[in-house]
């Protein structure tokens, strides 16, 4: 079943140092913990129709990195049964590289980028990512990355295949992919 994806995109959160952040051991002593902590770059994929979500977790973004990241998200869809044709983007610089075009012509992909400054255009991306971080990244105080990663295998299922959506009528992205094999557990 071929549909639009609607964006390889990036979220950014703050890392959790070992021994935990400001959350869980206090302002003071978190500032003390946070250095070299730095940011998680959570770079997703998310389907128009259905609302199935792929996001990785990765070291920077750099068109390297974007591009293979297309290309295992690329996979993982076609295990779900759907075919990408069009990837959405910003117009981030990893986007406009011959890295990201190339990738897009060897994996069959029409590249599309949104207007500046307009991140509306890639509504849903931008939604995931602040449900993301609500629900997952700072739901409650992490004691480590480690304890954070650890938690998101299960929150990326939940929201796939057990979390209804208001904007597809109650429905969870999974129930909407309808030759995707684990819809019926």
């Not at 609607?6 to 500032?31: F, M, Q, T």
């Not at 117009?91 to 990738?103: D, E, S």
């Given at each position: 079943?071929?549909?639009?994806?609607?964006?390889?995109?990036?979220?950014?959160?703050?890392?959790?140092?070992?021994?935990?952040?400001?959350?869980?051991?206090?302002?003071?002593?978190?500032?003390?913990?946070?250095?070299?902590?730095?940011?998680?770059?959570?770079?997703?994929?998310?389907?128009?129709?259905?609302?199935?979500?792929?996001?990785?977790?990765?070291?920077?973004?750099?068109?390297?990195?974007?591009?293979?990241?297309l290309t295992r998200a690329t996979a993982w869809f076609a295990a779900q049964g759907i075919t990408i044709e069009r990837v959405l983007t910003d117009?981030?610089?990893?986007?406009?590289?011959?890295?990201?075009?190339?990738?897009c012509q060897d994996l069959g992909i029409q590249p599309r980028w949104t207007r500046?400054?307009?991140?509306?255009?890639?509504?849903?991306?931008?939604?995931?990512?602040?449900?993301?971080?609500?629900?997952?990244?700072?739901?409650?105080?992490?004691?480590?990355?480690?304890?954070?990663?650890?938690?998101?295998?299960?929150?990326?299922?939940?929201?796939?295949?057990?979390?209804?959506?208001?904007?597809?009528?109650?429905?969870?992205?999974?129930?909407?992919?309808?030759?995707?094999?684990?819809?019926?557990?």
């Open positions: 079943m071929p549909l639009d994806n609607n964006g390889s995109r990036r979220a950014h959160c703050a890392s959790v140092p070992d021994g935990g952040g400001h959350k869980s051991v206090g302002r003071a002593e978190g500032r003390r913990n946070r250095a070299g902590a730095g940011y998680a770059y959570l770079h997703t994929a998310l389907d128009d129709h259905n609302r199935l979500a792929y996001t990785e977790d990765l070291p920077d973004e750099t068109a390297p990195t974007c591009a293979g990241f117009n981030a610089w990893a986007y406009t590289k011959n890295t990201w075009r190339q990738t500046p400054w307009r991140p509306q255009t890639n509504g849903k991306v931008e939604r995931f990512h602040r449900t993301l971080l609500e629900e997952w990244a700072y739901i409650r105080p992490y004691t480590s990355d480690h304890e954070r990663q650890a938690a998101f295998t299960d929150w990326i299922d939940w929201y796939n295949y057990h979390r209804p959506h208001t904007g597809i009528s109650g429905q969870t992205p999974a129930s909407r992919v309808t030759n995707l094999s684990r819809q019926h557990t």
